[in-house]
C-alpha cells in the first residue's frame, strides 16, 4: 500500500543547516518517508520541502506549525505554494503473516482513527511472544493472511479519538496485549480477556487481541512502526518517566500472564510449587510465585540457559532430558508432590529427547502424534524450523501428576480449541482445582508498573535481547530455536 504525500516549498529555508533543523523538529514516521520519497525524486534535490501527508489529521504542535493554530485540520486543505508534486511511498513497515512458516517483514498500510475510542500509536517497543510462535507453527489455527503479528507493545500516542479523554498526544504509553472495552459487566469485572464489546465476532467469540486469529478480531498486530489501538482509553496505559522501554515492554504481556498465572494457581504463604516451561511466560510466574512468598519454587524445562536463569531467579531447576520431572518432585517433596503447578508451555510441549522420562514418552508417542495431527491440521513441512511440539499433553499430564493431592493447577500456556486432550481422570482422582485462562491483562498492568516504579520489582532479568525492527524475522528463529540465553527480545522499530 502507498501513501500519497504533497510537499509545500519551504520558503524560509535557504540553506541546508536550517533545513535540517526543520526536518529534525518533524515527527519521526514524516521525518523518515520524506527522506526516501526526496530521495526518489531526483528532480526534487536543491528543492527545501516540507512534506504534508495529504488527509492526515494534524493537531497540536505538528498543526500550529503547519498554521493550523490550535483547531485539529486536514493536511489536505493547507495551500500548497508553487508546484505540489505528489510523491508515492510505501506506508510502514510490519511483520506479516502469510501463511503456517511464513511470516515476512514488509510495507503495509498505515494505520489510522475508525472509532471515536481509537488512538493511533507510534510503537517504539515491541516483542515476540511463544503465542506468536504457536500461531506461525500453525497450533493456533485459524490466521488470516496478512494480518501483522505481536501484541506486545510500548509506544508514543500519534493520534487520538474523540472520545479518548484520558490521554493526549506525545504521551509514552504501554499497550495492553488484550483488547476491551472497560464498559461491559465482564470489563467491569476484571474480566477484560473475557469483553463482550471489543471482539467485532460477537461476545461469544473469545478473547479480542492484537495479531491473532481471525476469531480474535483480527486486529493488525503490534511488530510493527504504528498501530491502531481500539478502545484506548482503557487499554493504553500512561507511563511514567522513569520506567524505561526495557522495562516496559515486559509488562504489555508477560508480567501480567506471570501474575494471573500465580493468582489462578492459587499460591499463598509458604505454598511449594511446581512452575513448568522455562520461557518468559515461565520465569514471569517465579517471579510472580515469589512475589506472593512461595515456599519453594520448582522450575521444569530442558533448555540449559533457561533452566540457568530459573535458577537465579531462585528456583530449584530439573531438566526433563536428564530426570522424570514427576519421580524428582515427588521425592524432593516427601513424596507429597507440590501444593500448586503451572503450566507455562502450552501446545508446543516437547518430549525428552534422552534421559530417565524418556522410556514412557516413547510408549505414547504413537497417541502424541495424533493429538498433533488433530489439533494442528496444516503444519509447516518444509522447514527445518516452525515445526508443532511433539507431545501437545505432555507437560499438563506432568503437572497433574506432580501435584499434591487437593492442589491446584494453573493453565496459562495456551492451548487453542482444536485441543480435546486433558488428563481429566487422573485429576479428579486427586480432587484437584484447575484454573486457566487468557490474561486480562489490563487488569493487572497499573499494580506491575507501580511495583517496577518504586523498586519493588526488578525487571532485568527478563529481557535478554535488543534487535531492531529490520532483524525482526532472524529474532524470531532465534527465539524459537531457543538459541542459548534467548529469552526475551525487545524489537525496536525506530531504530
Ligand atoms: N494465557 C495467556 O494469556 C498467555 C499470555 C502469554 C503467553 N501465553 C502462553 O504461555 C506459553 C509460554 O510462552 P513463552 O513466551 O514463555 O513461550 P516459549 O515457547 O518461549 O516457552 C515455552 C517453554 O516450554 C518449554 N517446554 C517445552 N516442552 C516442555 C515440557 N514437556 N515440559 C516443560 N517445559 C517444556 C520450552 O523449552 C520453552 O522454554 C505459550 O503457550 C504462550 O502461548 C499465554
Ligand atoms: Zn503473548
Ligand atoms: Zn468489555
Not at 511514567?240 to 501480567?256: C, R
Request: charged share 25%; with cysteine; hydrophobic share 40%.
Amino acid at each position: 500500500m502507498a501513501i500519497s504525500f504533497s510537499f509545500q516549498e519551504d520558503r524560509d529555508c535557504d540553506d541546508a543547516d536550517a533545513r535540517d533543523r526543520r526536518a529534525l523538529r518533524l515527527p519521526d514516521r514524516y521525518r523518515s518517508r520524506a527522506r526516501r520519497s526526496m530521495q526518489a525524486r531526483p528532480d526534487l534535490s536543491g528543492v527545501h520541502l516540507r512534506p504534508v501527508r495529504e488527509g492526515a489529521r494534524l493537531r497540536g504542535e505538528e498543526g500550529r506549525r503547519l498554521g493550523l493554530g490550535d483547531r485539529c485540520g486536514h493536511a489536505a486543505g493547507i495551500p500548497i505554494h508553487g508546484e505540489s508534486p505528489n510523491v508515492e511511498v510505501h506506508a510502514m513497515k510490519a511483520v506479516v503473516f502469510h501463511g503456517v512458516g511464513d511470516i515476512r517483514l514488509e510495507d503495509v498500510e498505515d494505520p489510522r482513527i475508525e472509532e471515536p475510542t481509537d488512538a493511533v500509536v507510534r510503537i517504539t517497543a515491541s516483542s515476540i511472544c511463544g503465542t506468536d510462535l504457536h500461531m506461525v507453527r500453525g497450533t493456533l489455527t485459524g490466521m488470516k493472511p496478512g494480518t501483522v503479528l505481536g501484541h506486545e507493545g510500548v509506544g508514543v500516542v500519534e493520534e487520538l479519538g474523540d472520545d479518548v479523554r484520558n490521554l493526549k498526544v506525545g504521551d509514552r504509553v504501554l499497550i495492553a496485549s488484550t483488547i476491551a472495552c472497560g464498559d461491559c459487566a465482564y470489563c467491569r469485572e476484571g474480566y477484560f480477556a473475557q469483553c463482550d464489546r471489543a471482539n467485532p465476532n460477537g461476545p461469544q467469540a473469545g478473547t479480542a487481541f492484537f495479531g491473532g486469529p481471525e476469531t480474535s478480531g483480527p486486529f493488525q498486530g503490534l511488530q510493527a512502526e504504528r498501530a491502531r489501538i481500539p478502545f484506548a482509553n482503557v487499554g493504553l496505559v500512561k507511563l511514567p518517566d522513569s520506567i524505561s522501554n526495557e522495562q516496559a515492554i515486559l509488562l504489555s504481556d508477560i508480567l501480567p500472564t506471570g501474575w494471573m498465572a500465580a493468582e489462578l494457581a492459587e499460591i499463598k504463604d509458604g505454598d511449594t510449587v511446581a512452575v513448568f516451561g522455562c520461557g518468559p511466560v515461565g520465569q514471569a510466574a517465579i517471579a510472580a510465585a515469589r512475589h506472593r512468598s512461595a515456599g519453594r519454587i520448582f522450575a521444569v524445562d530442558n533448555v540449559t540457559t533457561r533452566l540457568e536463569m530459573a535458577r537465579a531467579l531462585g528456583a530449584e531447576v530439573i531438566d526433563f532430558s536428564d530426570e522424570d520431572p514427576v519421580e524428582q518432585i515427588r521425592r524432593l517433596t516427601d513424596g507429597i508432590g507440590v501444593d500448586r503447578a503451572i503450566d507455562a508451555v502450552g501446545i508446543d510441549a516437547k518430549h525428552p529427547r534422552s534421559g530417565s522420562a524418556l522410556d514412557d514418552a516413547m510408549e505414547h508417542k504413537e497417541e502424541y502424534r495424533k493429538e498433533v495431527a488433530e489439533i494442528a491440521p496444516e503444519q509447516n513441512r518444509q522447514f527445518w524450523s516452525w515445526r508443532p511440539g511433539d507431545a501437545p499433553t505432555l507437560a499438563l499430564d506432568w503437572a497433574v501428576q506432580s501435584l499434591a493431592k487437593a492442589g491446584t493447577l494453573a493453565v496459562i500456556g495456551v492451548y487453542p480449541s482444536t485441543d480435546r486432550f486433558f488428563p481429566l481422570g487422573y485429576a479428579m482422582g486427586k480432587n484437584l482445582t484447575i484454573n486457566m485462562g487468557i490474561c486480562n491483562h489490563r487488569k493487572y498492568i497499573p499494580e506491575l508498573v507501580e511495583l517496577v516504579r518504586s523498586g519493588q520489582l526488578d525487571l532485568a532479568p527478563y529481557l535478554t535481547e535488543i534487535r531492531p525492527l529490520s532483524q525482526v524475522i532472524d529474532s524470531y528463529k532465534a527465539f524459537e530455536r531457543r538459541d542459548p540465553y534467548w529469552s526475551k527480545v525487545e524489537i525496536q522499530p525506530g531504530a
